[in-house]
C-alpha cells in the first residue's frame, strides 16, 4: 500500500471514529431528554404524584431560587470541597502506605488481616466517631472521605505493585539497583494503569463520603439540603440537590478522566 493511500485510509478512520463519538454523544443527549420529557409529562397528567417525585421544571425553579437566596455556591462549595480533600487525601496516603507495605513485605503480612477487617467495616459507621473526635463541621465531612477511599487505594495500588513482573526486577537487581531505583524505574511505570483506575473510583467514592459526613454533620452541603428536605416533605429540594450531585460527581469524572488522558500520554512518551 503507498504512502497515500495508508494516509487516506488513516483519515477514514479518524473520520469514522469522531462521527461514532458524536453518535454515542448524541444518543445519549436523547435519553436524558427523553427521560426528563417523561418525568415531566408523567407528574403533568397526574400518572405520579408531583409531591413525592417533584418535575424538572420545579427542579429548575429550586436551584434558581436556592441561587437568588444565595445559598447554592455556598452548599455546593461545602460538598465539593469535602469531596475533593477527602478524595486527595484518602487516595495519596492510600498510595503512600501501598509503597510502604511494598518495600516491607513482613509488614504487609503483618498489617493485611488489620486492612482486610477495616475494609470490611461500613464506613458510615463511623460517623458518629468522626462528629466526637472532630465535631459538626467540614473537617469531620472530609473525615468521611478519607476513610472511604483510603482502603480501596490501599488495596487495588498495593496488588498493583505486587505484580510487577518479577524478570524485570530481578534484572534491576543484577545490575546493582537499589530497592529505591526499583520502585521507581520498574514499580510505579508498572503501576500507573492500577493507580488510575483507583483514582477513577475514588472520586465516586469520596462524594459518597462527603454526602454521608453530611447527613450526620449537617449544616452545609447538598446532603444536609437532602435531608432537610425529606424531613419537611420539599421533594423539590431533594431533587433539585441529587441532579447539583449528579451534575457535581460528572464534573469532578471528567476532572479525573482528562488528568488520567495527560498522565498516560506522559507515560507513554
Request: net charge positive; hydrophobic share 60%; no cysteine.
Amino acid at each position: 500500500m503507498s504512502h497515500e493511500h495508508a494516509s487516506l485510509a488513516h483519515r477514514r478512520y479518524r473520520r469514522a471514529r469522531r462521527r461514532h463519538r458524536w453518535s454515542v454523544a448524541a444518543g445519549q443527549v436523547v435519553v436524558l431528554v427523553a427521560l426528563l420529557a417523561a418525568w415531566q409529562a408523567s407528574a403533568d397528567l397526574g400518572l405520579v404524584s408531583a409531591f413525592l417525585t417533584s418535575r424538572p421544571t420545579a427542579v429548575v425553579e429550586t436551584i434558581a431560587r436556592l441561587a437568588a437566596q444565595g445559598q447554592l455556591w455556598g452548599h455546593v462549595a461545602h460538598t465539593t470541597l469535602g469531596t475533593v480533600v477527602g478524595f486527595a487525601a484518602g487516595t495519596g496516603l492510600g498510595v503512600a502506605i501501598a509503597a510502604v507495605l511494598w518495600w516491607s513485605p513482613f509488614l504487609a503480612r503483618v498489617l493485611e488481616p488489620y486492612l482486610v477487617v477495616f475494609n470490611a467495616i461500613p464506613k458510615v459507621a463511623l460517623g458518629p466517631l468522626f462528629i466526637v473526635w472532630l465535631g459538626t463541621n467540614i473537617r469531620a465531612v472530609m473525615a468521611m472521605g478519607i476513610a472511604i477511599t483510603v482502603v480501596i487505594a490501599v488495596v487495588v495500588v498495593f496488588a498493583a505493585f505486587q505484580e510487577t513482573d518479577p524478570a524485570r526486577l530481578t534484572l534491576l537487581r543484577s545490575l546493582g539497583a537499589s530497592r529505591w531505583q526499583q520502585f521507581r524505574l520498574v514499580v510505579v511505570p508498572a503501576s500507573v494503569p492500577a493507580v488510575l483506575a483507583a483514582l477513577k473510583a475514588n472520586v465516586g467514592l469520596a462524594l459518597v463520603g462527603a454526602v454521608t459526613g453530611e447527613f450526620l454533620a449537617g449544616g452545609r452541603g447538598l446532603g444536609y439540603l437532602i435531608v432537610y428536605g425529606g424531613q419537611v416533605f420539599d421533594m423539590n429540594l431533594v431533587m433539585a440537590s441529587l441532579m447539583l450531585l449528579v451534575v457535581l460527581s460528572t464534573a469532578l469524572y471528567g476532572a479525573v478522566s482528562l488528568a488520567e488522558r495527560v498522565v498516560r500520554r506522559r507515560f507513554a512518551g
